[in-house]
T-cell receptor
Framework: SQTIHQWPATLVQPVGSPLSLECTVE??????LYWYRQAAGRGLQLLFY??????ISSEVPQNLSASRPQDRQFILSSKKLLLSDSGFYLC????????FGQGTRLTVV | GNSVTQMEGPVTLSEEAFLTINCTYT??????LFWYVQYPGEGLQLLLK?????DKGSNKGFEATYRKETTSFHLEKGSVQVSDSAVYFC??????????????FGKGTKLSVKP
């Protein structure tokens, strides 16, 4: 069974500061990896997905970017955070079923 | 395109009450359907799933039946407990070129169960 490690669990960052959230996967190889965001009062929105190293697809234009430097590593970044970037970020590995990390609650102040 | 619509919450019930959370979907083809649960302060966990029409997923007393005719996957439980208080997400998997991926979620329904 897969395990998704995601950190940090909570993060408070000032507006304009950079962001780096890391997700690593154990128990599988060549996973399809995803970043979702859950904003307050809204559902889960797909931000990025990756089917392999260096392959990133963006679903929604954002103040964010993603990278896949290794097979089981997926990173979500921003150069300058906005207040609207606040939310709950989830990393997932999905094929027939989905495995999720514990999530990162980001508050931009 | 593919989408998932679920009833908006919050839903507040007394312990031992009957629960229904409605979920309908739109899709090309026949997606797999899921219910995920998010307990306070935790990430998402798979609650149950169904991969084809008329399949019934069940877990922890929860059930949902994949209804192709009504494009629905309603979540039910006969007697809820305080520990069932959580946010519930209905989801479908959208296929990408034959290789499954990308869960499409509903907005979530918050359930609060009072003792």
């Amino acid at each position: 069974s897969q395990t998704i490690h995601q950190w940090p669990a909570t993060l408070v960052q000032p507006v304009g500061s950079p962001l780096s959230l890391e997700c690593t996967v154990e128990g599988t190889s060549n996973p399809n990896l995803y970043w979702y965001r859950q904003a307050a009062g809204r559902g889960l929105q797909l931000l990025f997905y990756s089917v392999g190293i260096g392959q990133i697809s963006s679903e929604v234009p954002q103040n964010l970017s993603a990278s896949r430097p290794q097979d089981r590593q997926f990173i979500l970044s921003s150069k300058k955070l906005l207040l609207s970037d606040s939310g709950f970020y989830l990393c997932a590995s999905i094929r027939a079923s989905a495995f999720f990390g514990q999530g990162t609650r980001l508050t931009v102040v | 395109g593919n989408s998932v619509t679920q009833m908006e919450g919050p839903v507040t019930l007394s312990e031992e009450a009957f629960l229904t959370i409605n979920c309908t979907y739109t899709a090309t083809g026949y997606p797999s359907l899921f219910w995920y649960v998010q307990y306070p302060g935790e990430g998402l966990q798979l609650l149950l799933k169904a991969t084809k029409a008329d399949d019934k997923g069940s877990n922890k007393g929860f059930e949902a039946t994949y209804r192709k005719e009504t494009t629905s996957f309603h979540l039910e439980k006969g007697s809820v407990q305080v520990s069932d208080s959580a946010v519930y997400f209905c989801a479908q998997i959208k296929n990408y070129g034959g290789s499954q991926g990308n869960l499409i979620f509903g907005k979530g329904t918050k359930l609060s169960v009072k003792p």
